[in-house]
Every structure is written in C-alpha cells, then in structure tokens.
C-alpha cells in the first residue's frame, strides 16, 4: 500500500505521490484497475507533469530527493515546456480550420 505524505500539510494521502511530498511505499502488487485508476483521478496539468518528468528520464521520487537547487532547475524546465506547448497550442495555425463549400 502507498502512502504519500505532503510536506506542506503533513496529510496522509492514499495512492501516488506528487510534487513535494515523500513516498513511504510498502510491499504491495499493483492491479490494473489501481493504475488505471489513479491515472483516471489526474488532472491533465499532472498528466503533461508526469509526461515531462518520463521524457527526462525522473520519477517524482527522484525529483523529491534531489538538492534543492537541482530540483528548482528541474522544476523551472518543467514549467517552461508547459508555457511553451499552452502557447503552441493556442496559437492561430493557418489552414487548421477551412469551410470548404463547393
């Protein structure tokens, strides 16, 4: 069973961890439906985080026990690549949208 534990709030939160809290893992076989769920209950903004986090090679495991200046440099290169594809994607692109009438 994992339990996560905010360091901000000292909450005890059940499945997952996030940014800034530290994972006390115990022995446990994850099924299909937990994945699935736990990757059901994040909000998009944590799906990009994770997303972002894979492409560099880190876990948030990891991340939580960095020093802190390579973790801020980390977390500042994780927001930049979120504001850089918001941007993107938000931009007009020519040709996207076309009413074609014939």
Do not use: N
């Not at 026990?65 to 931009?91: C, F, L, N, Y």
């Amino acid at each position: 069973m994992a339990i996560s534990i905010s360091a901000s709030t000292g909450m005890a939160l059940w499945a997952g961890a996030g940014a800034g809290k530290t994972s006390l893992t115990r022995a446990k076989t994850e099924t299909p439906e937990d994945a699935f769920l736990e990757e059901a209950h994040k909000t998009p903004l944590q799906r990009l985080r994770d997303a972002i986090l894979k492409k560099m090679g880190l876990t948030e495991d990891q991340l939580a026990s960095m020093e802190p200046d390579q973790r801020e440099a980390v977390e500042k290169e994780i927001v930049r690549q979120i504001t850089d594809q918001a941007k993107t994607s938000t931009e007009k692109k020519a040709g996207f949208l076309a009413d074609l009438r014939v």
